[in-house]
């Protein structure tokens, strides 16, 4: 294939099966790794323009209360950035597991992943995965595979099945939806 998309339908793959919705409408390859690579570039962006307010949240607060020069002080004795940090970094948590899961539940992909004709299923069932598996793939798993300078991610380039270690934390696998001819 030109696009370099492993066939998966003549793999015996027991873990996997189609769902019965899917059967016969979309037929599925294992994706070439600049796939994946491109929809989560164009995915952090989307999301990237999402969380900025939120991630930015302490440095608006800093700049309100105390003008410019609250950049440039030490101010890690006010009590009331340290929870704006922490509200933070929990909402930018919550914001990315409502929009990754959003989409994952409801389209299978998120926007970019739609526009590299990718989609998220759950490694057994082959259907959409949930809010859930959303929070172990998009949150522990990836942090984990980014730990250790990246190996999580660059794992999936060395894998018959392009399966990254978020991938496994998850039970979830990406596929690549071939286009019927």
């Not at 995965?129 to 522990?140: L, M, N, P, Q």
Request: aromatic share 14%; proline share 3%; hydrophobic share 40%.
């Amino acid at each position: 294939m030109g696009n370099n998309a492993e066939d998966l339908s003549g793999q015996e793959d027991k873990q996997f099966k189609i769902s019965q919705k899917n059967e016969g409408q979309e037929e599925y390859a294992v994706p070439p790794f600049w796939r994946r690579f491109c929809a989560a570039t164009l995915d952090g962006m989307i999301f990237g323009i999402i969380n900025a307010p939120i991630a930015y949240a302490p440095i608006i607060y800093l700049v309100v209360t105390q003008g410019q020069s609250g950049l440039t002080q030490q101010n890690s004795g006010d009590p009331n950035l340290l929870f704006i940090q922490l509200g933070s970094q929990v909402l930018s948590v919550v914001t990315a597991v409502m929009f990754y899961g959003w989409f994952y539940k409801k389209k299978g992909a998120t926007p970019g992943k739609a526009l590299m004709g990718l989609k998220v299923l759950h490694m057994e069932t082959g259907i959409h995965i949930g809010f859930g598996r959303t929070f172990v793939r998009e949150v522990f798993g990836k942090i984990f595979g980014a730990i250790f300078l990246g190996l999580g991610f660059i794992w999936g380039l060395f894998q018959k099945e392009k399966r990254c270690w978020h991938d496994y934390f998850a039970s979830t696998r990406v596929v690549y939806i071939k286009k019927k001819k």
